[in-house]
């Protein structure tokens, strides 16, 4: 089986690499080709480039890449055309997606959406874009499911791959012992996992931090960064702050198990809070001009998907143009200063954890691609 396989972010390499991996295991002679990241490479996926690497939001970012990617189409055109692969997988990553999708759809490759778009977000209009190049959709969520289904889209739902991903990881023992010997209460700062996400958001964290430390001066805090480059900001950002604050690299779950409330950029990381049951409040800062655009274009009443699976607001959240760090920090003190609250808390998050934390999703995705593509590589229909 000859499968091409493409994650243009971060969280998409890490779900692509398990989903390869899940896919090697019920047929270790699977080929996997395509663009992505790090960790699909380490997966057994023979990278034509490394997207995840542009990892792009918003149109101006695009705009500014858009050789880049009309290259990358143009590569991955005839790659379909020379090699033909059995099958075609797309991780996120709409804007790119839908014409890779279309591309492949023209060679009349199946084309199946894992982790798809938040379409019902954002864009459901562009369910047409979906119907017409994509076969199959594996939906990570529920009412994402429903969603597609009520809408013609085929659709399966297989549950979200980040939780394969923690159910396998196991929290540094040894970095936890250490950080409980210390001082002071901790609110963990998880600004997001790309550079454009924490340079926008981060500094409201800290205003929030240092509004929590002036009132509650038993806290203290620590900032987990995806990489070096990002704990770099994080450490040029806090240089005249009198805060007692620590800057670490991966050490997202620990942080989080550390932490009494987090402050949590809007992203899959809210799942990851969840799970370990912790309170959080999520903001996702944004201009003036692109805070009117999303705005416009938003279809659901909250950005948190924890907050979209309860149906209700469990997270406070805070898409705004305009820092809250006031309103946040409120928040945070709520919890620090009232264990009733927190229990609260935790129970509602106990709730939606049980709907929905499911490991699986990955060997649910792989076998489904097997089913569909065939035991010797011969294309099926949607």
């Known amino acids: 089986m000859h499968l091409f396989i493409s994650a243009g972010e971060p969280s998409g390499d890490l779900h692509g690499a398990n989903l390869i991996r899940a896919l090697k295991q019920i047929d270790p002679t699977v080929r996997c080709v395509g663009f992505g990241g790090d960790k699909m490479e380490a997966a057994g996926c023979r990278l034509l480039f490394p997207l995840t690497r542009l990892a792009v939001m918003w149109f101006l970012r695009a705009i500014l890449n858009i050789f880049t990617f009309l290259r990358l189409l143009k590569q991955a055109k005839k790659y379909f055309h020379d090699e033909k692969p059995d099958a075609v997988i797309i991780i996120d990553f709409p ?30 209009w562009r369910i047409k874009k979906m119907k017409k190049w994509v076969n199959h959709v594996l939906s990570a969520l529920p009412f994402e499911d429903v969603w597609y289904k009520q809408r013609g889209m085929a659709s399966t739902l297989i549950g979200h791959p980040y939780y394969d991903e923690l159910a396998e990881k196991t929290i540094d023992p040894a970095f936890v012992a250490d950080q409980r010997t210390q001082p002071g209460r901790v609110v963990g700062i998880l600004p997001g996992s790309r550079m454009q996400e924490v340079t926008k958001n981060l500094p409201d964290m800290l205003k929030t931090a240092v509004r929590i430390h002036q009132r509650e001066p038993g806290t203290r805090f620590m900032v987990a960064s995806f990489n070096d480059a990002q704990a770099e900001v994080a450490r040029q950002q806090i240089t005249n702050l009198n805060l007692p604050i620590q800057i670490h690299v991966r050490r997202t779950q620990e942080i989080i198990n550390l932490a009494e409330a987090c ?102 995705a792989a076998r489904f691609i097997q089913d569909r593509v065939g035991e010797h590589g011969v294309r099926a229909a949607a």
Not at 96 to 104: D, S
Request: proline share 7%; net charge positive.
């Open 263 to 364: 402050l949590a950029v809007s992203g899959s990381v809210s799942l990851e809070i969840m799970y370990q049951l912790k309170p959080a409040v999520v903001i996702y800062r944004l201009s003036w001009f692109a805070l009117r655009v999303g705005l416009w274009f938003k279809k659901c009443p909250y950005i948190t998907l924890v907050n979209l699976l309860a149906d209700r607001e469990i997270y406070p959240e805070f898409l705004t143009d305009r820092s809250p760090a006031n309103e946040m920090a409120e928040r945070i003190l709520e919890w620090l200063r009232d264990p009733a609250k927190v229990q609260e808390t935790r129970r509602q998050l106990q709730a939606v954890k049980d709907q929905v934390a499911i490991p699986g999703a990955c060997e649910r």
């Open 95 to 124: 804007g790119f997606h839908w014409q890779l999708a279309k591309r492949a759809h023209a060679e009349g490759i199946p084309v199946y959406y894992f982790v798809p778009p938040q379409l019902w977000a954002w864009a459901g």
